[in-house]
């Protein structure tokens, strides 16, 4: 609603800009608050966690570009834009080079695999509620034309032009349910973290919980650039969400499956359970 935060002269400060900053700000905070409690050495969270940003950042405007290669193709200066940098993405591109980077730093640096996943997952939940407060006030990831009482009208011509908002046209408020949402999300894996069961447990809570959220919030976005599958019956994020499940339910099989409960119970290294008697007595 307000995509320019203050502009002074020829200087302006995008709200996009200053809610993604806080995002990354208070997202590295929960890491470094979890790691602390973990005993994990917070310089080392602070450096993979800047390297993690510059990867899923990169990973984000890739999956964009590729879903939205039909324009790049007959406009390839666009991919090296500042449209295109100042673009945040698409979620799921940043979330999978994340991943596969955080696959090979943890292994290469020799920490505690599943309990850093865990340490994270929260973390991203938050960034991610802000997040998505940026992207209403710019009016990128809109949803499609509503008449419910909390529908919002778009009436910035810069939002126009930068994402395409339509204008004038009562939408359902995608962002801000989703962020909500995100917001809900973290706040229970918060929670559970306390009352964990084993290690990755938490990371598994979240890459379940968020999509099955944006698989259903995904029917109510109304921008057409989100890049599609199937002949237009699934978006990119609704098929990578689906990819994601199948994997959560592989590994929740392998970790609760039958006769996999009691070895994590007496603390089988095969079980890899997480002790947490000292995050309780904090």
């Not at 510059?54 to 090296?80: D, N, R």
């Not at 029917?219 to 002949?231: A, H, M, Q, S, T």
Request: glycine share 10%; proline share 4%.
């Amino acid at each position: 609603m307000h995509p320019i935060l203050f502009k002074i002269g020829s200087f302006q400060l995008p709200t996009y800009g200053v809610l993604l900053a806080t995002a990354l700000i208070a997202a590295l905070y929960t890491v470094v608050r979890l790691g602390r409690r973990e005993g994990l050495d917070t310089g080392r969270l602070v450096d993979f966690s800047t390297w993690l940003i510059v990867t899923a950042l990169l990973g984000a405007k890739v999956l964009m570009i590729l879903t939205e290669w039909s324009f790049y193709s007959e406009h390839p200066g666009q991919i090296f834009s500042m449209a295109t940098l100042e673009a945040g993405g698409v979620f799921y591109g940043g979330f999978i080079a994340a991943t596969f980077f955080a696959i090979w730093y943890i292994r290469a640096y020799k920490l505690p695999f599943w309990k850093v996943f865990d340490i994270y997952a929260p973390a991203i939940a938050l960034g991610q509620s802000i997040g998505r407060l940026g992207c209403f006030s710019a009016g990128c990831d809109y949803g499609v034309p509503s008449h419910s009482f909390w529908a919002v009208t778009f009436t910035n011509e810069f939002s126009h032009q930068m994402t395409g908002v339509p204008l004038g046209i009562p939408l359902f408020p995608w962002q801000l349910v989703d962020s909500v949402t995100e917001l809900c999300i973290f706040a229970f894996l918060i929670w559970r973290y306390r009352h964990k069961v084993r290690d990755g447990e938490i990371f598994l809570l979240y890459i379940v919980l968020y999509a099955i959220g944006r698989f259903s919030l995904e029917f109510l976005r109304g921008d057409p650039d989100r890049g599609f599958v199937f002949d237009h019956l699934l978006s990119t994020s609704q098929f990578i969400a689906l990819l994601v499940l199948a994997v959560a339910g592989v590994l929740a099989y392998r970790w609760y499956g039958p006769g996999r409960k009691v070895a994590a119970a007496q603390g089988n290294p095969g079980g890899n359970v997480s002790s947490n008697a000292h995050l309780n007595s904090r």
